[in-house]
């Protein structure tokens, strides 16, 4: 008679996602910026009365290697991260360098030539003023005779 062999399903099918998991994550994001705590860089985005502001984590990185551009409904924040050139062999790097590319459908439709940029301490903050299009308004109906 054979040894019976307890299964435990819950557990099986656990152990399946993670393989699965891994095997997706190898195949098609090994040299994408995604880290395990999601895309780089980093975005909050907040929505205020006049306007619309984007929190951008990105430390270690000079003003002019970030480049903002907008339209009436997109923000897209590109860039460089460049490795530090310091002397000696590398024992151990877990810092990436490279180039980066965010691009966000907003919410609202902006003023995209009143976009400003500010950066301070690794945090690229862009606020983005709002446009009135959406916003009701009475019009006067006049008369022509």
Known sequence: ???LIRREPRRDLE???SGFDQLFKDAFFRNLPFGEQGAFPAVDLYDTEGAL??????PGVKSEDVEVSTN???LTISGEIKPDMEEGEVV???RGHGKFYRSFKLPVTIKADQ???KFKG???RIEMPKTD???SRTVEVKDEG
Do not use: H, P, S
């Not at 502001?53 to 990105?58: D, G, S, T």
């Open 115 to 117: 976009v400003d940029a």
């Open 15 to 17: 152990r399946a996602r």
């Open 133 to 135: 299009e959406l916003k």
């Open 122 to 124: 690794g945090v690229l």
């Open 1 to 3: 008679m054979r040894d």
């Open 53 to 58: 502001v984007a929190k951008v984590e990105l």
């Open 72 to 74: 009436n409904d997109t």
């Open 92 to 94: 151990w790097q877990e």
